[in-house]
C-alpha cells in the first residue's frame, strides 16, 4: 500500500514538473504597440536630484573622514621619548 502511495505521488510530481516546464517554454505573442501619447498630456519632466545627491555624498565623505581622523587621533598614545638616564647613575 504505501509502495504504491510512493509510485503514485511521484508520478503525480513529475506530471506536474514535466507540465510546468512545457509551460515555460511557450512563447506568448507579442504585444501590439501602444499608441504615443500626445505631448499635452506627458508629465512634467521631474527635477534632477542628480546634483543634490552629488553634493550629499561628498558632504557625507567628508564627515567620514574628519570623523576617521578624530578617531584615529583619539586611539594613537603620543609617542614619548626616551628618558636619559641620570648623570649620576649607570
Not at 511557450?26 to 498630456?41: G, M, Q, V, W
Request: charged share 25%; proline share 12%; no cysteine.
Amino acid at each position: 500500500m504505501m509502495k504504491k502511495l510512493v509510485v503514485v505521488s511521484m508520478a503525480a510530481f513529475f506530471t506536474l514538473s514535466v507540465s510546468g516546464l512545457s509551460f515555460a517554454d511557450e512563447k506568448k505573442p507579442a504585444a501590439p504597440a501602444a499608441p504615443a501619447a500626445p505631448a499635452a498630456t506627458v508629465a512634467p519632466a521631474l527635477p534632477d536630484v542628480g546634483k543634490e545627491l552629488k553634493k550629499e555624498k561628498k558632504e557625507i565623505k567628508k564627515k567620514a573622514a574628519t570623523m576617521k581622523e578624530e578617531a584615529t587621533k583619539a586611539v594613537t598614545p603620543p609617542i614619548l621619548a626616551p628618558v636619559p638616564a641620570p648623570a649620576g647613575h649607570k
